[in-house]
C-alpha cells in the first residue's frame, strides 16, 4: 500500500516472471501458471462488467481486449507486458495459465477490507447502507481451488476469476457487520453528498459506488469446476479470523 517506485513494478512483475519462465521452459517445467491482476484492463471511471477478454462499459459499448486503453497504473502495465511475453514463450510443450483475480480477500487480508472491518467493530454509524452497486471479488481458497483445478486439467487459458454472485458496497458492509458488530447501523449516505464525495476524492467515489463485476467464465462449470465456499461462507470466515486477531 505505500508508494513504489514504478521500475520495480516491472522489474519483479515482468522481467524476474520471465526470466522464472524460460528457466522453466529449459528446465522441461510442462506447465506455467501466472497470477496477474484484473488491473490489466484499461478500465475507466464507469461501471464496467468483465466478460471474458472483454469490457463492457455503463454505455454498453464492447471493447475487444487488443482495442482496451492501457493500464492506469505500473502494476497492472507491468502485469499486462508480464503476460504478454509470457505467450510468446507458449507452446504445446509448455502450457502458459493465467490469471486475472480481482480483489482477493480472506483470513489476514489488508488494505481497504481491514479499514472496513475496522471501522465496523469501533463505534458509531457507518455510513455505506443504500449503494446499489455490483463489485467482484474472490475469497482466497475459491483461488486456490481454481488453481489446484487448472494444475490437474493443465488448462492453457487466461481467465478473470470471481466469486458468484457480486455484491454490492452495502451488501458487503451488512455481511461483515453480521459477524463483527450485529448491533452495528449502517446508514445510507444521502444522494446530495455523493457529488461532493466524488468531486473531492473520485478513487474512493469509484470503490465506493461504481460497480466493477466479473461475469462467470463460460467453460468452468462445463470442465467441472466449482465455487468452494459462497461470498457468504467467505466473508465470515475473514471476519470470524478479523475478531479472533483483535480481542
Known amino acids: 500500500m505505500e508508494k ?7 522489474d519483479v512483475n515482468r522481467d524476474l516472471t520471465l526470466a ?11 506447465h506455467f501458471i501466472f497470477l496477474s491482476t484484473i488491473k490489466v484492463f484499461g478500465l475507466d471511471s464507469s461501471d464496467n462488467l468483465i466478460q471474458g477478454n472483454l469490457v463492457l462499459s455503463s454505455s454498453a459499448e464492447a471493447l475487444a481486449q487488443a482495442e482496451l486503453p492501457p493500464p492506469t497504473d505500473a502494476y497492472g502495465l507491468s502485469k499486462l507486458e508480464a503476460e504478454l ?3 510468446k514463450l507458449e507452446s504445446e510443450a509448455f502450457r502458459i495459465t493465467i490469471i486475472r483475480p480481482p480483489l482477493i480477500y ?14 465496523i467493530q469501533g463505534s458509531g454509524p457507518l455510513p ?9 471479488m474472490i475469497f482466497v ?14 488448462e492453457s487459458i487466461t481467465i478473470t ?13 451488512h455481511h461483515l457487520a453480521n459477524t463483527i458488530n450485529p448491533s452495528k447501523k449502517i446508514l445510507s449516505i444521502p444522494v446530495f453528498l455523493r457529488p461532493i464525495i466524488k468531486l473531492l476524492k473520485p478513487a474512493f467515489y469509484s470503490r465506493l459506488f461504481r460497480s466493477l463485476e466479473v ?4 467453460n468452468l462449470n462445463e470442465l467441472g469446476y466449482t465455487q468452494p465456499y459462497t461470498v457468504e461462507q467467505g466473508l465470515k470466515i475473514m471476519a470470524e479470523d478479523f475478531l479472533k486477531k483483535t480481542h
Open 85 to 87: 511475453g509470457l505467450k
Open 106 to 119: 480472506g483470513p489476514g487480508v489488508k488494505g481497504n477490507l481491514q479499514k472496513l472491518m475496522q471501522a
Open 141 to 154: 481458497d475459491n483461488l486456490i481451488a481454481l488453481i489446484d483445478y487448472l494444475i490437474k486439467k493443465r
Open 128 to 136: 455505506l447502507g443504500g449503494i446499489d452497486n455490483r463489485r467482484s
Open 215 to 218: 461475469a462467470p467464465h463460460p
Open 20 to 30: 522464472l519462465a524460460k528457466a522453466s521452459k529449459a528446465a522441461g517445467v510442462k
Open 4 to 10: 513504489t517506485d514504478e521500475k520495480l513494478y516491472f
Open 161 to 173: 476469476p470471481s466469486d458468484q454472485p457480486a455484491i454490492s458496497t452495502s451488501e458487503l458492509a
